[in-house]
């Protein structure tokens, strides 16, 4: 379990314990503030982002322990790195039974899943049920009919992409925070596969493919191209639209979601010389 109160909790104490700065970039639809963690180091800028998704909130305890792992060694060499570790803090919690029953947004929720208060096996989108990492502008249209092709035709539980690219306040604000800061570098952290995905309709070049090559030796992970629906409107489609730099999807862990606590070690084992390897190459 790792809710968006949690989040908080871990980041005062490594406020208290390191004086780490943080601002808030954004609020989600139910108004949580977003954090952006930053760690200072050269001019090279890596933004690592977590959870879009709301049962992979484990890649939120990976990155936030991964910060707390840099600023415990003391010295650090490499890009500024920017760690935004829960961009979707209200599905993270619905799906984790952490939302106030009592809201208009929990109500909706569970119309839109379909009458069921469960949402622990499949509820991956935003509180009013758009998958955000499907609400990009990058091939969206296409990705909007092949969900609605495989029958995910109105808000839930997920893949569907929103009524038009950035129409969530929260990939809005992934939006907004790369224009303002200009990053070198991106990595969004989900689960689950073991895998890093590279490239967006042939895109990316062969530097992006190179490191891409050093993430999977530091990691062990395989390096992949080809996603199928998965491909289109995602974070990552988009930064290398946008900017033509080097953007990965790091899918960690393997197994159903929320992969189990069990796994965090392990995940951590493979992810943390994934991203420190990132930061050197940014
Ligand atoms: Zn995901």
Same mark, same amino acid.
């Given at each position: 379990?790792?809710?968006?109160?949690?989040? =908080?909790?871990?980041?005062?104490?490594?406020?208290?314990?390191?004086?780490? *700065?943080?601002?808030?970039?954004?609020?989600?639809?139910?108004? #949580?503030?977003?954090?952006?963690?930053?760690?200072?180091? @050269?001019?090279? /800028?890596?933004?690592?982002?977590?959870?879009?998704?709301?049962?992979?909130?484990? =890649?939120?305890?990976?990155?936030? @322990?991964?910060?707390?792992?840099?600023?415990?060694?003391?010295? &650090?060499? +490499?890009?500024?790195?920017?760690?935004?570790?829960?961009?979707?803090?209200?599905?993270?919690?619905?799906?984790?039974?952490?939302?106030?029953?009592?809201?208009? %947004?929990?109500?909706?929720a569970v119309y839109l899943n379909? $009458? *069921?208060?469960?949402? *622990?096996?499949?509820?991956?989108? @935003?509180?009013? $049920?758009?998958?955000?990492?499907?609400?990009?502008?990058?091939?969206?249209?296409?990705?909007?009919?092949?969900?609605?092709?495989?029958?995910? =035709?109105?808000?839930?539980?997920? #893949?569907?992409?929103?009524?038009?690219?950035?129409?969530?306040?929260? *990939?809005?604000?992934?939006? %907004?925070?790369?224009?303002?800061?200009?990053? %070198?570098?991106?990595?969004?952290?989900?689960?689950?596969?073991?895998?890093?995905?590279?490239? !967006?309709?042939?895109?990316? %070049?062969? #530097?992006?493919?190179?490191?891409?090559? #050093?993430?999977?030796?530091?990691? +062990?992970?395989?390096?992949?191209?080809?996603?199928?629906?998965?491909?289109?409107?995602?974070? /990552?489609?988009? !930064?290398?639209?946008?900017?033509r730099r080097p953007a990965y =999807?790091?899918?960690? +862990?393997?197994? /159903?979601?929320?992969?189990?606590?069990?796994?965090?070690?392990?995940?951590?084992?493979?992810?943390?010389?994934?991203? &420190?390897?990132?930061?050197?190459?940014?």
């Amino acid at each position: 379990m790792y809710t968006y109160e949690m989040l =908080t909790e871990q980041i005062a104490e490594l406020k208290r314990e390191y004086g780490i *700065s943080v601002f808030y970039f954004g609020d989600s639809v139910m108004g #949580r503030p977003l954090p952006c963690l930053v760690i200072p180091g @050269n001019r090279k /800028k890596l933004f690592v982002n977590a959870s879009h998704h709301g049962l992979e909130f484990i =890649t939120s305890q990976v990155l936030m @322990n991964f910060a707390a792992e840099v600023l415990a060694r003391g010295s &650090y060499v +490499g890009a500024t790195m920017y760690l935004a570790p829960m961009i979707n803090p209200d599905g993270v919690n619905l799906a984790q039974n952490a939302i106030n029953p009592a809201t208009f %947004d929990y109500k909706r929720a569970v119309y839109l899943n379909g $009458g *069921s208060t469960d949402f *622990s096996s499949g509820w991956q989108s @935003n509180i009013r $049920g758009v998958d955000l990492n499907h609400n990009y502008p990058a091939l969206w249209g296409t990705g909007a009919l092949a969900s609605f092709a495989a029958g995910y =035709t109105c808000p839930g539980r997920t #893949r569907y992409s929103g009524m038009y690219p950035f129409s969530e306040p929260e *990939s809005r604000a992934v939006r %907004d925070l790369c224009f303002e800061r200009d990053f %070198d570098m991106a990595i969004a952290l989900h689960s689950q596969g073991e895998v890093i995905y590279w490239n !967006f309709n042939n895109l990316a %070049d062969e #530097r992006a493919k190179q490191i891409g090559q #050093r993430l999977a030796a530091a990691s +062990g992970y395989a390096l992949e191209e080809a996603e199928g629906i998965a491909s289109t409107g995602g974070f /990552k489609d988009w !930064f290398i639209q946008e900017y033509r730099r080097p953007a990965y =999807t790091v899918e960690v +862990g393997r197994g /159903k979601n929320p992969l189990p606590q069990e796994q965090l070690p392990q995940i951590q084992k493979n992810v943390f010389p994934l991203l &420190y390897e990132a930061a050197r190459l940014a």
